[in-house]
């Protein structure tokens, strides 16, 4: 069974940083593209960040670019977000998901979802 | 970036009705690059439709996906119980994004 468990997240001020986590279990991680996508409250689904299965290739949406980071650590099955400078528009819930591909020449939709961690931006 | 509009934002229909949902992209939306979730509350989106029209493992064949270039449908046949939810159409290239959603409501 596959298994996106996400944690990391809680109540930062405007400014602050916070690091999510994203334990996967089930499949070979190291073949999949991993995602963070949010989703802000009772609003819609906003792409986040996306890397690579190696590693190597990421990307991120304009509304986080050069304030988060996204890494994983094949060796621990586990995808990270690095996320400074946050503002009260990023608090959101955020979805650990997976893809067999990203981008590219060949991208796949979103298959696996965590089951999100709450982040709150506020003073 | 493709940006996608849904409509109509709420659908009020019985049990045992059809449901047409229609996502509307800015621009042709490559080899079909289009997917469908469905979301209730409280609980993470799950993948129903991609490629516009190959349902994902485990969805009932009530569900089915049609459209290319730039209009897209997602129509449940018979709209069971526990259909009623939130949906979102997605373009999944580089740079992902989604449609605001379409709520089913029972009427």
């Known amino acids: 069974e596959v298994q996106l468990l996400e944690s990391g997240g809680g109540l930062v001020q405007p400014g602050g940083s916070l690091r999510l986590s994203c334990a996967v279990s089930g499949f070979t991680f190291s073949s999949y593209a991993l995602s963070w996508v949010r989703q802000a409250p009772g609003k819609g689904l906003e792409w986040v960040s996306a890397i690579g299965g190696s590693g190597d290739t990421t990307y991120y949406a304009d509304s986080v670019k050069g304030r988060f980071t996204i890494s994983r650590d094949n060796s621990k099955s586990t995808l990270y977000l690095h996320m400074n400078s946050l503002r009260a528009e990023d608090t959101a819930v955020y979805y650990c998901?997976?893809?067999?591909?990203?981008?590219?020449?060949?991208?796949?939709?979103?298959?696996?979802w965590g089951q999100g961690t709450q982040v709150t931006v506020s003073s | 970036e493709i940006v996608l509009t849904q409509s109509p934002g709420t659908l009020s229909l019985s049990p045992g009705e059809r449901a047409t949902l229609s996502c509307r992209a800015s621009?042709?939306?490559?080899?079909?690059?289009l997917a469908w979730y469905q979301q209730k509350p409280g609980q993470a989106p799950r993948l129903l439709i991609y490629g516009a029209g190959t349902r994902a493992p485990g969805i009932p064949d009530r569900f089915s996906g049609g459209g290319s270039g730039t209009d897209f449908t997602l129509t449940i046949s018979r709209l069971d119980p526990e259909d009623f939810a939130l949906y979102y159409c997605q373009h999944f290239g580089s740079s992902p994004t989604f449609g605001q959603g379409t709520k089913v409501e029972i009427k």
């Open positions: 621009q042709s939306v490559s080899n079909n690059y």
């Open positions: 998901v997976s893809s067999p591909g990203f981008g590219g020449s060949n991208p796949f939709p979103f298959d696996y």
